[in-house]
């Protein structure tokens, strides 16, 4: 969750020629893993600031910070994170703000002396992570949030490949109860329906390219000839934004969304 370990233990003046890299200093790996798992221990215990890790998968998150600390200390350089502005601005925008700043803080510090860290060095990583604190709690306007939002894909900003994997999970169990059109999906393998979705969608709306299924006439020929036409298409259509709203998708993503799917009637009308 919070970037600030970077600047406290690599932004400082640099350690003479002769001494090892912190992350040898302190004990490697092992050391690196225990302070991590300590450090969470605390936060998550923590009701000042625990809800901000609501809903995070804390094996992921754990593992990117032990990355992202062994970077830091000079080991292996194997993180790849984002900018403490960045990564922090989501949770600006939930109202983390600088008593909850102290608290992590306070967290870092009890996690040191637990693990043994001399006074000396706790006090200078303080220093070096209140330099931080500005972009940290920084945000951005809305104007900022605007501009960056032009150089995403919708993809990127309806949430991804876990909004994509949801969104399909919602849309087919709606499509299923949907009297008007569950019956084009009769003998369908819908575990393998969902997977080519996924993929299908994730390339529509400008993700990753590993959809390789037909195109949409020739994927929806058969059904064509069982009847399918426009009030099957408003059908899916009418599901496919039912879907997005429970799923909480600004209505302006929806409205892009449906512009997306509107463009493909034609073709998998066989017009």
């Given at each position: 969750m919070f970037g600030v370990l970077k600047k406290m233990f690599g932004g400082g003046e640099p350690a003479p020629a002769a001494k090892a890299p912190l992350y040898e200093r302190i004990g490697g790996e092992p050391a690196v893993d225990a302070a991590v798992d300590v450090f969470y221990r605390k936060v998550l215990a923590d009701e000042r600031i625990n809800r901000f890790f609501e809903g995070v998968d804390m094996d992921k998150q754990r593992a990117k910070q032990k990355a992202f600390l062994t970077f830091a200390f000079g080991g292996p350089a194997n993180?790849?994170?984002?900018?403490?502005?960045?990564?922090?601005?989501?949770?600006?925008?939930?109202?983390?703000?600088?008593?909850?700043?102290?608290?992590?803080?306070?967290?870092?510090?009890?996690?040191?002396?637990?693990?043994?860290?001399?006074?000396?060095?706790?006090?200078?990583?303080?220093?070096?992570?209140?330099?931080?604190?500005?972009?940290?709690?920084?945000?951005?306007?809305?104007?900022?949030?605007?501009?960056?939002?032009?150089?995403?894909?919708?993809?990127?900003?309806?949430?991804?490949?876990?909004?994509?994997?949801?969104?399909?999970?919602?849309?087919?169990?709606?499509?299923?109860?949907?009297?008007?059109i569950n019956r084009f999906f009769e003998g369908v393998d819908m575990d393998k329906q969902r997977a080519k979705q996924k993929a299908f969608l994730s390339f529509a709306f400008g993700g990753p390219a590993n959809y390789s299924g037909k195109d949409m006439r020739a994927a929806h020929a058969h059904l064509v000839a069982r009847g399918l036409d426009d009030s099957h298409f408003d059908a899916v259509m009418e599901n496919l934004g039912a879907t997005l709203k429970e799923l909480g998708v600004p209505d302006d993503l929806i409205a892009e969304a449906a512009a997306i799917a509107e463009s493909t009637r034609n073709d998998v009308l066989g017009r």
């Amino acid at each position: 969750m919070f970037g600030v370990l970077k600047k406290m233990f690599g932004g400082g003046e640099p350690a003479p020629a002769a001494k090892a890299p912190l992350y040898e200093r302190i004990g490697g790996e092992p050391a690196v893993d225990a302070a991590v798992d300590v450090f969470y221990r605390k936060v998550l215990a923590d009701e000042r600031i625990n809800r901000f890790f609501e809903g995070v998968d804390m094996d992921k998150q754990r593992a990117k910070q032990k990355a992202f600390l062994t970077f830091a200390f000079g080991g292996p350089a194997n993180y790849s994170g984002k900018d403490m502005r960045l990564g922090h601005a989501h949770l600006v925008e939930r109202g983390l703000n600088a008593s909850h700043f102290d608290a992590v803080m306070e967290n870092l510090g009890a996690t040191l002396k637990e693990l043994g860290v001399p006074d000396d060095l706790i006090a200078e990583a303080a220093a070096i992570a209140e330099s931080v604190r500005g972009d940290v709690l920084a945000g951005y306007t809305e104007e900022e949030k605007a501009a960056m939002s032009k150089d995403k894909s919708l993809y990127e900003r309806i949430g991804g490949e876990a909004a994509v994997d949801a969104a399909v999970d919602v849309f087919y169990r709606k499509v299923l109860a949907d009297e008007r059109i569950n019956r084009f999906f009769e003998g369908v393998d819908m575990d393998k329906q969902r997977a080519k979705q996924k993929a299908f969608l994730s390339f529509a709306f400008g993700g990753p390219a590993n959809y390789s299924g037909k195109d949409m006439r020739a994927a929806h020929a058969h059904l064509v000839a069982r009847g399918l036409d426009d009030s099957h298409f408003d059908a899916v259509m009418e599901n496919l934004g039912a879907t997005l709203k429970e799923l909480g998708v600004p209505d302006d993503l929806i409205a892009e969304a449906a512009a997306i799917a509107e463009s493909t009637r034609n073709d998998v009308l066989g017009r």
